[in-house]
């Protein structure tokens, strides 16, 4: 739809209900920093996750996530992608933590991952890039074959090579897409930092016959979305970051517009861009930032990514 939904999770455990959020009105991203004890939970028994969107008479079901055993007993902290979505073939992800009693939330995972590939018999990594950015590569497909793939056969989910991820690093090349991609096509072997993208959804509302939306893109516009090179006023999008509070929903320089309405690909949310009317989602992607303590040190977790 195009509305914003008023999302609420139910905590499921042997077809029991045993928790229940509050409704989250009017969020593409409700975030509920809720805390439950589940008294009633079986040692050993998994734990479903339920994801609702309330309406005025009854809720619709948005999809589920579940979490086996094995997977939280020492605690967990992470995205599980949801299931039985209706997501026109994007990905839906839900953040939760879980600690056993008298223990701490385990710490998130890091956005940032390093990945080390060798070429060897093979005449290229298996990763696509786009490269319109001028400091990291967007990696748009993995081959099924190659470097890459092998790296994904063996890592641990946290570090395995994510469509929509971003290439920062390559053999010590950083913020240079131009190095990097060198890096990629010359070297035979490669040692790369790779970052989590951020994902972002929002509502907007176009109206009269023009719609300006105040961003400068590449020109002519290629590759899975589209690039935005500047936010100028006035404009669509700068109305938008001057109306909401959330700043991880502010459309920033270097975001890639992946989706409007129900079109993606750049030539397609280009030419959408031009013709919305009314309200429409916008889904963009931008690279997780790194994140620093109050000492300016590196700090290993970031609390706003997904991966899947």
């Not at 839900?94 to 701490?104: A, D």
């Not at 748009?140 to 092998?150: M, Y």
């Not at 030419?271 to 690279?287: C, N, T, W, Y």
């Amino acid at each position: 739809g195009l509305g914003k939904p008023d999302c609420y999770v139910v905590v499921k455990s042997n077809d029991k209900q045993v928790a229940k959020t509050s409704v989250i009105a009017d969020s593409m991203e409700p975030l509920w920093k809720e805390e439950f004890v589940l008294k009633e939970w079986r040692h050993g028994a998994e734990l479903e996750f339920h994801l609702y969107d309330k309406d005025l008479i009854g809720s619709d079901y948005l999809g589920k996530t579940v979490v086996q055993y094995d997977c939280f007993q020492d605690g967990f902290n992470g995205d599980l992608q949801l299931e039985e979505t209706d997501t026109d073939g994007h990905c839906a992800y839900l953040r939760i933590k879980i600690k056993p009693p008298g223990k701490v939330y385990p710490p998130g995972p890091s956005p940032e991952y390093s990945v080390t590939l060798k070429k060897g018999e093979f005449n290229s990594y298996g990763l696509d890039v786009d490269s319109q950015d001028p400091k990291t590569l967007y990696i748009t497909s993995i081959a099924e074959k190659g470097p890459a793939a092998v790296w994904n056969q063996q890592a641990t989910p946290e570090n395995q090579l994510v469509r929509g991820d971003f290439i920062v690093e390559a053999n010590g090349a950083r913020a240079d897409a131009k190095a990097i991609t060198e890096h990629l096509k010359q070297a035979h072997d490669i040692v790369m930092k790779v970052r989590r993208g951020i994902d972002v959804t929002m509502v907007l509302e176009a109206n009269g016959s023009m719609l300006d939306w105040g961003i400068e893109m590449p020109e002519p516009p290629k590759g899975d979305g589209v690039l935005v090179l500047a936010v100028n006023e006035p404009g669509l999008i700068a109305d938008w970051n001057a109306s909401t509070e959330d700043p991880v929903t502010k459309v920033q320089v270097g975001d890639r517009i992946l989706r409007v309405g129900k079109n993606n690909g750049a030539q397609k949310v280009a030419k959408a861009m031009k013709e919305a009317r009314g309200k429409f989602q916008v889904h963009l992607v931008r690279v997780a930032p790194e994140v620093f303590d109050r000492e300016g040190q590196k700090k290993e977790g970031s609390s706003h990514w997904r991966f899947g």
